[in-house]
């Protein structure tokens, strides 16, 4: 089994709707969680980080960690064309050896 | 501005030859990655180092070594190149206690 599983997509959602992107992970030491975003021919980059239970919001994105289902989930509210990109997540494991999942492709139709 | 920087953009090689593909960070990172990115199979982690001259395998190593003689270099070399290493290489780095990763523009190397 993977450490870190997404759903590889497409997910396709309507521009201004809701997209939710979810992540599970097996490793019950993963304390905190990394969410990425990689436009098509570009690098990773940080969007949003994650480490205690509930939710963070930033903008138009909200990270959702709940420790006992062992998942992490990133809403995008009112979806843009531009944040059509492949979403990775990634637990900020001990050592800080850094690990992905395989991300998920978000298209957002106009 | 957080910058690293990988040393090609594209690469061509023989099957057979030595490559080093080269990243260099700015921000005084302990942390640096090597990452091959693949269509279907997402990232995966090559080569970690946490520390000068310090290295760990991360999920993939075979076929590859690394070098840290420097805190902000980090090498990934491929001793004798196949074609199955054709892919997307990228490096990132981070501070040890706050792993947030930056990543680097990428190099694709292909392998003839």
């Known amino acids: 089994q993977k450490e870190v599983e997404q759903n590889s997509g497409p997910l396709s959602v309507p521009e201004g709707a809701i997209a939710s992107l979810n992540c599970t992970y097996s490793?019950?030491?993963?304390?905190?969680f990394f969410w990425y975003r990689q436009y098509s021919g570009k690098s990773p980059e940080l969007i949003m980080f994650?480490?205690?239970?509930g939710d963070k919001e930033d903008g138009r994105f909200t990270a959702q960690l709940n420790k006992a289902s062992q998942y992490v989930s990133l809403l995008i509210r009112d979806s843009q064309p531009s944040d059509s990109a492949t979403y990775l997540c990634?637990?900020?494991?001990?050592?800080?050896?850094?690990?992905f999942g395989g991300g998920t492709r978000l298209m957002v139709k106009p | 501005d957080v910058k690293v920087t990988q040393s090609s953009r594209y690469l061509v090689k023989r099957t057979g030859e030595k490559v080093f593909l080269e990243c260099v960070q700015d921000?005084?990172?302990?942390?640096m990655f090597w990452y091959r990115q693949d269509p279907g199979l997402g990232l995966r982690l090559i080569y970690f180092?946490?520390?000068?001259?310090?290295?760990e395998k991360g999920d993939i190593p075979e076929g590859y070594s690394v070098s840290r003689e420097k805190k902000e270099r980090f090498s990934l070399i491929l001793e004798s190149a196949s074609t199955n290493q054709t892919s997307m290489y990228l490096c990132?780095?981070?501070?040890?206690?706050?792993?947030?990763?930056?990543f680097g523009q990428g190099t694709r190397l292909t392998v003839v």
């Open positions: 990634a637990p900020n494991n001990a050592g800080n050896m850094l690990t």
């Open positions: 921000m005084d990172h302990e942390n």
């Open positions: 994650i480490y205690s239970n």
């Open positions: 490793d019950r030491g993963s304390q905190s």
């Open positions: 180092s946490y520390d000068v001259k310090m290295k």
């Open positions: 990132a780095s981070s501070l040890r206690d706050r792993g947030a990763a930056f």
